[in-house]
């Protein structure tokens, strides 16, 4: 264990890192909006009545929560234009399989929130002449917003560890910038440690506040 | 438009299935050093030794909010520099996702501990039992039921993150469907077939833990009704 930790040769290309740090965020940011709002959408169709509608949606669900994202994303990298002939960038592969895969998970999230919410909520909604579409949005999702706190945060911490993956396709998000610094500088130690320490010191207040919505909002009604 | 054409694939399947059954061997590897390596961090997490509990807090909450490709890469790449080991890429994989899914499995451990009426923890201390065998005759029986899904569901996202080792060129799945779709030009038809053997070793997986579950509901206490 006598190895000479040398944090300098990392810190010196910090703007390397920032860089990739900024990628990682825009891949976050677009992928948790698109995703969080494709699944709300996806966990509605998943609970309507008609079965033209709950099947297919049930479908696309399956198929993306039962194959690993890194296939989704070469699949779209490599297989995609060879399908459509459109040139697709790193940056877009990514994100096609981050976000489509995000709907299929947080579908299953709208879900089991929304049927969580008793019945008597519908009627009730229905009996002040509210239609389906109305008790919806001002009754029921309010409600069931509160109960899917918890594990909506956790599935956005999902999504920003997620990101590392866009490296396989070179995309230059944090990981991809630390594999960089450690081939120029072969510093693979001490690259690698202050990628896992970004995203700790990043996850950290999330994870916290995961414990936090658990117990607020978990059980009860409050 | 792309005129699918699978014979290329299909003839080199043995190189897939030899893929999958790598794929497999440390899927069964990190669940058996994940699952009781999990329950001692959960213990250890619930313990009343102050600095005890904060160590195991600190290492489930690091692994979990650290990406696992990162975790990898400093497995692969730093620790043998590190301790001066020669690491393969198989015990590198192995050693990340028991550590990983690990820290996964001791939430779901203490959260299935806590679900626990507290009634049940004074009934054994009543009846004259420790702590120790209480937790392994009364509470651990009673809690492992109900983390059946909850198990299920992290095997099955282990399952998928296994498909990483081939950035650290293992010879999983995904590896050699990387190499077959360099070697016959023909990334689309590899990448479909390979996402359907995915989809199918998981739905298989699945039904198996849904039957479980059926079972255990049905001598007692279970999480289906």
Redesign the interface.
Known sequence: MDYNWNFASVFTYWNVLATGLWGTVQLFVICSILGLGGGLVMGMLRYSKSRWISYPAMLYVEVFRNTPVLVQIIWFFFALPVLTGIEISPFMAAILGITLNTIAFSAEVFRGGIQSIEREQWEAGKAIGMSYAQSMRRVILPQALKRMLPPLTSRGIEVFKMSTLASVVAYPETLQQAKLIASYEYNPIEAYTVVALMFFIVLLPLLQLTYLLERRFGKSDA | M?EWDFTATLADMDLLMLGLWNTIQVFFLALAFGIPLGLGLALGRMSRIPVLSQLCSFVI??F????????L??FF??LP???SVQMTPFVASVLTFSIQSSAFFAEIFRGGINSIDKGQWEAAKAIGMTRKSSLRRIILPQAVKRMIPAFAERS?EL??????I??VSYADL?FQ??EL?SKTFR??EV??V??IM??FL??IF?QLTIRLEYRLAKTGEGTLR
């Not at chain 2, 979990?64 to 975790?71: F, G, M």
């Not at chain 2, 399952?159 to 990483?164: G, N």
């Open positions: 792309h909450e690091f979990r909010t650290t990406p696992p490709l990162v975790q890469f400093w790449f730093a520099i590190l301790i099955i399952l998928k993150t296994t498909t990483l081939s950035t995904m469907a990387n779709a990334p689309l990448y479909t390979v996402a995915y989809f998981i739905l699945s």
